[in-house]
């Protein structure tokens, strides 16, 4: 018989993961140098299908909120480092953004009907393929320390092409709830006036807590801790009200920048506790799929990936010369936007209290997410040292 | 490799050397930028020339030889303009200052080129603390000898193009109370400072180059540091004490008035520089960087204190006629003002104390580089 110092509780489940997930990240990056976040996802994943009924979440778990408030911080940051101002006097980053989401949308969705897949469910699909997670991407940028016109152009279309997707995905659930409900008023507010509601609600957090922060003058020099218990506090409300932290987080660090009081380098990630979160966001996000689901989408998963992966290169590289890089530059950019998971999750977590369980649904969306949080960030990393852009000293 | 002979030069033309700073619009912290900066500028014809620097935060930009004020000044309006237009276009902030506010030396990186390598290697942290920016004025000599006899008979004038030029308070986050805080970076190099009093050419050719070469310490003018040094290959002496300004337009007057400075010189109608000059030489330096305008300075002939603002105000007006010959006035008029707004330093403390952060002060630095 076992002694029970050896059965593993719920309680501990979670904080042993996370430990055991830190400690492998450290040791294969130090041996290999893949980011440490793909580790991170590893450790997740073999841990969640080793002892299944220990990580089990509901959308109303500590663990849930947690990954949720991870997210909500990573976002703030990618705000945080968009200029729009860029955008207005370059317009073909924008144009490269948009083009590159639409034509991913189309060919994703065009592939995904032609195996069969139901229309509605196709277009949820494609939405969420038009992504690139932006967690995976700056983990990666701020662990190189990475400094170029591919970090620079990667951020601005990641988060363009973020919120387009979270856009296209809420019209999607919006027109499936008119469908199923036949309730006009009930698909709007699910839609639009949840975009509009949490865009507003950042934005005027990032108006509030700068001019707060000026107020209190030289006290305040160092914003980090007020921004990073706003996050908190954006996150508890967007998820007591049902509306989108992804868009209220990234719309209050872009405003917050906007009317900026300064962030020093120091506080990348949001110091030590940033990234104790972030290995629970990693560890979490992979914790929710299955591998009999991944095995089963394996083959339609990899077809899009490929496809989502060519589509994004050729799109962005098209637009690269015009946008003042050079072509390779352009094309490590569509390299670089290879990770899609987080994103994934954290929007599907948060519908499924709606009756929308996409990811048990699909399961090519799940080998997807699998597939794309393990290497996602290795390509990103391999595309930044192509294009040397990161800090490693030179022999 | 012997000294090359010195190159005849048109007496009194000018030529400006500006390096700057590539600044990361997100946090305002140096980035990285040189090689897609550099990619974007060679497509089309630039005004002037522009090479990357030791780190790829920084490129160095170069005139072409001029004459006059007004034609040096059109050209480096349009050099900035070009750049400031390539900087949008990337996201990467372009501006002038001695030093970076905040920048960790630790972060920069070293661009990739043997020669930045090799000085990286054997200067270790002094390279990267390095990461400092100036501005070189570069003055046509007839023969080496007249380049010899302007190097140190402009001595006495050192500390006031250190004054006039200062911008670099601040480093590594704080408050040095410099004014230029750059200098004392360059002098940590073994072969800075003065260069040695000899007063011709072949003299300095065959008792000090070829002596100093035999030692095998150097290999060839480029290991001198010093304040001035001539730079046979252009017929030139080059300036080098001066901060970047924060704009063109002063960066073109500091040219001038050293342009007018050296015609004066040129008439010797001074008593001829000795090598007793030298011995106030590295206090009055002391002075201009830590005080800046408000530096005492002691006069190497007379021995008298004078305070270094007055010094400045009465060469200006001593050099008037020369800079009218030269079509100099109006930089001469820029550098009055000077004396009573203040220095560059001075504009930076006041947008620190504004803005309270060293983040506004590059912020501020950015806007008034681009003339806006």
């Known amino acids: 018989m076992q002694p029970d110092i050896f059965i593993i509780s719920e309680e501990l489940a979670w904080p042993l993961a996370v430990l055991l997930a830190w400690l492998a990240g450290e040791f294969a990056h130090r041996w290999t140098g893949v980011p440490r976040i793909s580790v991170y996802g590893l450790v997740g994943f073999l841990a969640a299908q080793a002892f299944p009924d220990l990580f089990t979440t509901d959308g109303a778990s500590s663990v849930t909120m947690l990954a949720n408030v991870a997210f909500g911080l990573i976002l703030f940051e990618f705000g945080y480092r968009v200029n729009l101002h860029w955008l207005r006097v370059n317009p073909w980053i924008a144009l490269s953004g948009l083009f590159e989401s639409a034509v991913t949308f189309g060919v994703v969705y065009a592939i995904a009907h032609w195996q069969g897949m139901q229309p509605l469910t196709a277009l949820l699909l494609a939405s969420l393929a038009m992504s690139t997670s932006p967690a995976g991407v700056l983990r990666v940028i701020n662990e190189e320390r990475s400094s170029g016109q591919v970090t620079e152009r990667v951020l601005h279309i990641v988060a363009m092409n973020c919120v387009l997707a979270v856009f296209v995905f809420k019209v999607v659930v919006g027109f499936w709830v008119f469908q199923t409900s036949g309730s006009f008023t009930q698909a709007v507010s699910h839609s639009l006036i949840e975009l509009c509601a949490s865009a507003v609600l950042g934005a005027l957090f990032g108006m509030l807590v700068p001019a707060v922060l000026r107020n209190l003058g030289t006290l305040a020099r160092d914003g980090t801790v007020a921004f990073a218990l706003v996050v908190v506090l954006l996150v508890a409300i967007t998820h007591a009200a049902d509306l989108s932290p992804v868009l209220a987080t990234l719309t209050f660090g872009l405003m917050a920048r906007h009317r900026r009081v300064s962030f020093t380098r120091t506080q990348r990630n949001f110091g030590a506790i940033g990234e104790v979160l972030t290995v629970l966001l990693f560890v979490f996000a992979v914790s929710t799929l299955d591998w009999d689901r991944v095995l089963a989408g394996a083959m339609l998963g990899l077809v899009l990936i490929v496809a989502r992966f060519v589509v994004k290169v050729a799109a962005v590289a098209v637009f690269s010369h015009v946008g003042g890089i050079t072509w390779r530059k352009g094309a490590l950019i569509g390299v670089a936007m290879s990770p899609m998971s987080v994103f994934v999750v954290l929007v599907l977590e948060q519908t499924k209290s709606m009756g929308i369980v996409l990811v048990d649904e699909l399961a090519a969306l799940a080998a997807m997410t699998l597939f794309m949080e393990v290497i996602g960030p290795i390509i990103t990393q391999r595309a930044l040292v192509w294009a040397r852009e990161t800090a490693k000293e030179e022999d | ?372």
């Open chain 2, 1 to 372: 490799m012997a000294l090359e002979p010195f190159k005849q030069s048109s007496p009194l033309t000018m030529g400006v050397e500006l390096e700057l700073q590539l600044v990361s619009l997100s946090d305002h912290d140096l980035t990285g930028a040189s090689p897609d900066l550099l990619h974007l500028l060679q497509r089309k014809p630039f005004p002037g020339n522009v090479t990357p620097e030791i780190t790829e935060s920084m490129i160095e930009i170069n005139t072409d030889v001029h004459t006059k004020h007004n034609e040096l000044l059109a050209q480096l309006h349009l050099t900035r303009d070009t750049l400031v237009a390539a900087g949008d276009t990337l996201n990467v902030g372009i501006c002038g200052g001695g030093t970076h506010p905040f920048q960790k030396w630790r972060d920069r990186k070293i661009f990739s080129k043997p020669r930045f390598k090799e000085v990286s290697a054997l200067y270790g942290y002094l390279a990267k603390q390095f990461t400092i920016f100036g501005q070189h004025v570069h003055i046509g000599c007839g023969n080496g000898d007249d380049a010899l006899f302007l190097l140190h008979a402009l001595s006495r004038y050192v500390p006031h193009f250190i004054a006039l030029s200062a911008s670099s308070p601040y480093v590594q986050g704080g408050d040095t109370l410099f004014n230029s805080a750059r200098l004392n970076s360059v002098f940590a190099f073994p072969m800075s400072g003065r260069a040695p009093f000899v007063l011709t050419w072949d003299e300095f050719e065959h008792s000090y180059f070829s002596k100093m070469e035999h030692t095998g310490v150097i290999k060839s003018m480029k290991d001198f540091y010093w304040d001035i040094r001539p730079k046979p290959e252009y017929g030139t002496i080059e300036l080098r004490v001066c901060d970047t300004p924060l704009t063109v337009e002063r960066a073109a007057a500091l040219a001038c008035y050293l342009q007018a400075l050296c015609a004066y010189l040129l008439d010797r109608k001074e008593e001829p520089p000795a090598e007793d000059d030298y011995l106030v030489y590295n206090y009055n330096r002391f002075q201009a960087c830590r005080f800046g305008l408000d530096g005492t300075i002691v006069h190497p002939k007379t021995y008298e204190s004078l305070s270094l603002r007055e010094d400045i105000l009465t060469t200006l007006r001593r050099m008037d006629l020369y800079a009218e010959k030269l079509g100099g006035s109006a930089a001469l008029n820029h550098l009055v003002q000077v004396t009573h707004t203040g220095s560059d330093a001075q504009f930076l403390r006041d947008q620190y104390n504004g803005s309270g952060s060293v983040e506004g002060v590059v912020d501020a630095a950015l806007q008034r580089f681009r003339g806006s």
